[in-house]
Nanobody, 125 residues
Framework: QVHLVESGGGLVQAGGSLRLSCTAS????????MGWFRQAPGKEREFVGV????????YLGGSVKGRFTISRINDRNVIYLEMNKVKPEDSGVYYC??????????????????WGQGTLVTVSS
């Protein structure tokens, strides 16, 4: 079983930057696509981005494209979400996720079985 642990959330001003980290442990963790979802109060969980097991394929959600980036360090099973030019609507709980296929994550959170505990991001205006 793959275990995911996030870190790096907090309070940031609009227009600023923040970096989230997620470390995966467990058998075959390096074989999984990893990424991020977020959820604001009263809203459904939203896809933020995903990076493939090799690090070569990256997909970002439309609302963050051009502002957020995802990177991966495979020998440590760590991914990062670099959040730039953040907006108040970027606030929410950010969840690290993993799945055998990228398509599972880009389709819907409902197809993802592996989740971290979440880290809160608050963007002040």
């Amino acid at each position: 079983q793959v275990h995911l642990v996030e870190s790096g959330g907090g309070l940031v001003q609009a227009g600023g930057s923040l970096r989230l980290s997620c470390t995966a442990s467990g058998r075959a963790a390096s074989d999984y696509a990893m990424g991020w979802f977020r959820q604001a109060p009263g809203k459904e969980r939203e896809f933020v981005g995903v990076i493939g097991a090799s690090g070569g394929d990256i997909y970002l959600g439309g609302s963050v494209k051009g502002r957020f980036t995802i990177s991966r360090i495979n020998d440590r099973n760590v991914i990062y979400l670099e959040m730039n030019k953040v907006k108040p609507e970027d606030s929410g709980v950010y969840y690290c996720a993993a799945a055998p296929m990228i398509s599972a994550m880009t389709s819907s959170y409902k197809y993802v079985d592996l989740w971290g505990q979440g880290t809160l991001v608050t963007v002040s205006s």
